[in-house]
């Protein structure tokens, strides 16, 4: 298909919608509100965003109708088929497709799901969660509304998407096994374009990644006596490579700059106190590269 603009689909309403949209700004792509209610041009980029409904992405991808999507792992899986692939996970909209049983209902393993009739909107990952148990169960497909099942006689079980699992507890149900681990990522058609738009999906892939290892990371400063230093850094989380200046006045006290990669706790902070180190700051990281 000879497209210039490059397109990137994402969840028109819905949970995965606006951090979507943020983690593109993040990425330098903001977009003017929708013309027609479904594609947004980007400022100064040649990417438009398409609005779309979460199901949708994984044929959209396949057909070559947009370039890159973000939508749910559970979605993707459940579409299935080798032409899109999943390129990143991108740490938001995080649940779990687990089966879940009536509260008072016995269960010791999956075998206890023999001859059950588990209600699902997800089937094929249901399907291939039971063939891989080597488990003979009756999938009952329903498009919403799945954790009412029991409740109805319509189902014995249920196989559906869990967070806080809230919405189990309400409806007297009992998470008993995981079949998939879901978050939004950032998918692809396998094969990508080998024109101009080709470049610009690797591009946004390596922003994707500064924004992700940004968001995950933070600058430490702080400054100690020289002779703590090296115990000091011992105790930064990770391991980071450290910028060590000397402090205006004198040779004994030294300043410390390091980009620790993972979460710096109050313990780490205290730590490093008790160490020598002095007017810690930590501070967000914006963009890496
Ligand atoms: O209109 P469109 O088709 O685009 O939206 P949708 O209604 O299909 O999707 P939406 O916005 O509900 O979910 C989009 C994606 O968010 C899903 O495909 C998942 O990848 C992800 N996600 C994360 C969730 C949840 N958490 C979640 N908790 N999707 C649904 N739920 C539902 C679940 O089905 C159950 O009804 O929330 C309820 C359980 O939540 P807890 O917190 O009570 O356990
Ligand atoms: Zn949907």
């Known amino acids: 298909m000879s497209r210039e603009r490059l397109r990137i689909a994402v969840q028109k309403s819905g949970r995965l919608a606006q951090p979507s949209r943020e983690l593109l700004a993040r990425c330098g792509l903001e977009f003017r509100a929708a013309r027609d209610d479904l594609v947004c041009r ?41 032409a899109v692939v999943e390129r990143r996970a991108l740490g938001f909209g995080r649940c779990r497709l687990a089966i879940a049983v009536p509260r008072d209902r016995e269960y010791a393993d999956a075998s206890d799901l023999a001859g059950l009739r588990i209600a699902t909107s997800h089937p094929a990952l249901l399907e291939a969660f039971l063939a891989r148990e080597g488990i003979a169960a009756r999938v009952v497909v329903l498009a919403g509304s799945v954790e009412i099942a029991p409740r109805l006689g319509t189902a014995d079980a249920v196989c559906d998407l869990v967070s806080s699992g809230a919405t189990l507890a309400a409806n007297a149900l009992r998470e008993v096994t995981t079949v998939l681990d879901s978050e939004a990522v950032l998918a692809s058609a396998a094969t990508a374009p080998t024109c101009a738009r080709g470049e610009l999906i690797a591009t946004i892939v390596q922003r994707i990644d500064g924004a992700l290892a940004a968001s995950s990371s933070r600058l430490v400063m702080l400054q100690a006596p020289r002779a703590a230093i090296a115990t000091i850094a011992s105790l930064l989380p990770g391991s980071p490579r450290t910028t060590i200046t000397s402090l205006d006045g004198g040779n004994d006290e030294v300043a410390l700059q390091a980009v620790c990669r993972s979460a710096v706790t109050w313990a780490h902070l205290e730590a490093m106190q008790r160490a020598g180190a002095r007017d810690l700051l930590v501070l967000p990281t914006e963009k890496l590269l």
């Open 42 to 82: 980007a400022d100064d980029a040649p990417v438009d965003l398409l609005l779309v409904r979460d199901d949708d992405v994984p044929a959209m991808l396949a057909a070559g109708d947009c370039d890159l999507g973000i939508v749910g792992r559970n979605v993707l899986a459940e579409q299935g088929g080798d």
